[in-house]
């Protein structure tokens, strides 16, 4: 059974720019969510979709943004990046909303200079 | 409230020895504890995971220890190898929020050989 797959695996960005992760999560699951990892901040929340529909947000400004297609492939953007921006983004994925066994893809490494 | 706090922040040990990390929260409506590993470029990997309905559960060398009157958990690495060198992540969170998970900052484990 293939895992979670995230493209691209790294991403260089400038300030200002946008840019669009992927998430592919694996065969059978329907809820997707996304979290942030910094050095200082750690494994941070960003969203959860199930359904093509947000459960659940994190504190992270309205730049984040995410959305989940019919085939529970999931992406999230990020516009107008700022340096902070620049982190691993994971993303998740359950069976089910209420299912909290989650399992994690490689990560897409955002710099942004 | 919505805090896990984990400690310690690094820890080293002998080959053989044992590996005893520990996790506190506040939440009282928390309902589930998973014990992610993370290794330098991979996302974390769930590692095990408990329900407050029991108090210790164990998975090869991997033993969770949960005290709901305390409200701590600890992850205990018997017979700790070079291999098990990485960093662990405690997480904890509700069934009807099932997609958000509040991490630990990490505990970056070394084993020396």
């Known amino acids: 059974k293939a895992g979670v797959t995230q493209t691209p695996r790294y991403l260089i960005k400038t300030r200002g720019q946008q840019v669009t992760l992927s998430c592919s999560p694996i065969?059978?699951?329907?809820?997707v969510s996304w979290y942030q990892q910094t050095p200082g901040q750690g494994l941070q929340f960003l969203f959860e979709y199930f359904s093509e529909t947000q459960r659940n947000k994190g504190n992270f400004p309205g730049r984040f943004s995410g959305r989940q297609f019919s085939n529970s492939r999931s992406e999230m953007n990020v516009s107008t990046l700022e340096l902070g921006d620049s982190a691993l983004y994971l993303c998740?994925?359950?069976?089910?909303?209420?299912?909290?066994?989650?399992?994690f893809g490689q990560g897409t490494r955002l710099t942004v200079v | 409230q919505q805090q896990v706090k984990q400690s310690p922040q690094s820890l080293i040990v002998q080959k053989g020895g044992i590996s005893i990390i520990n996790c506190a929260y506040e939440n009282t409506a928390f309902d589930y504890f998973p014990w992610y590993q993370q290794f330098p470029g991979k996302g974390p990997a769930l590692l095990i995971a408990?329900?407050?309905?029991?108090s210790e559960k164990k998975e090869g060398r991997f033993t969770i220890s949960f005290n709901k009157s305390a409200k701590q958990f600890s992850l205990h690495i018997m017979d700790s190898q070079p291999g098990d060198s990485a960093t662990y992540f405690c997480a904890a969170s509700t069934d009807n929020q099932g997609g958000k998970l509040i991490f630990g900052q990490g505990t970056e484990l070394s084993v020396k050989p």
């Open positions: 998740a994925s359950s069976s089910s909303h209420w299912n909290t066994e989650a399992f």
């Open positions: 408990i329900r407050p309905d029991v």
């Open positions: 065969s059978g699951h329907r809820s």
